[in-house]
């Protein structure tokens, strides 16, 4: 019993540990303010456990989140705020790797030979696909460090700045691809 009391272990453990009449196999005392109540569990593989949480898991209410609200302004940009980082990230590390693998190949003399020789609607479709993303990415990242420093958080300067962060995007990807 002192070895229990080293450990740490509490006096409502050692009850339950060490009385023989708990322990029975497969099943579980509960204890409330009233009284105690024997419950039999059943020991299931872990196959079989899955399936019982996965038809709780159908009979679970759906949230309706995106069925029932309105875009919002701010979602939506903050949506494609997201999708231009991870494009602009994906486009840098592949950038980076192809580099990697054929440094010969790849360099900036066979790459600007290769767009020099492309029609012009491919080079201006190439300008706009990079330019909307980083466009968007660059003002709403000052956007964000406005609101790090604690200007635009009424709701009328979010969706000001929201507008503004669209307009600036937009004038910027015009400029970037057709200038």
């Not at 679970?60 to 939506?76: A, D, E, G, K």
């Given at each position: 019993m002192m070895s229990i009391k080293v450990l740490g272990l509490g006096p409502t453990f050692r009850r339950a540990a060490l009385n023989p009449r708990l322990a029975l196999r497969n099943q579980v005392v509960l204890r409330n303010g009233i009284g105690r109540r024997l419950i039999q569990t059943e020991s299931l593989s872990p196959s079989a456990s899955e399936g019982i949480l996965n038809k709780q898991r159908l009979?679970?209410?759906?949230?309706?989140?995106?069925?029932?609200?309105?875009?919002?302004?701010?979602?939506?940009?903050s949506i494609f705020n997201r999708f231009a980082g991870a494009g602009l990230g994906v486009l840098l590390y592949g950038f980076g790797l192809a580099y990697l693998v054929a440094p010969t190949t790849f360099d900036s003399v066979h790459l600007l030979t290769?767009?020099?020789?492309?029609?012009?609607?491919?080079?201006?479709?190439?300008k706009f696909i990079l330019a909307a993303p980083f466009s968007l990415h660059f003002f709403n990242g000052l956007r964000h460090?406005?609101?790090?420093?604690?200007?635009?958080?009424?709701?009328?300067?979010?969706?000001?700045?929201?507008?503004?962060?669209?307009?600036?995007?937009?004038?910027?990807?015009?400029?970037?691809?057709?200038?």
């Open positions: 009979s679970r209410p759906m949230s309706p989140h995106l069925t029932i609200y309105q875009p919002q302004l701010t979602s939506v940009v290769f767009i020099h020789e492309l029609p012009e609607v491919v080079k201006l479709g190439g460090l406005a609101w790090d420093a604690g200007k635009l958080m009424s709701l009328k300067g979010v969706y000001t700045g929201g507008y503004v962060v669209l307009g600036a995007a937009t004038a910027s990807t015009v400029y970037l691809t057709f200038f």
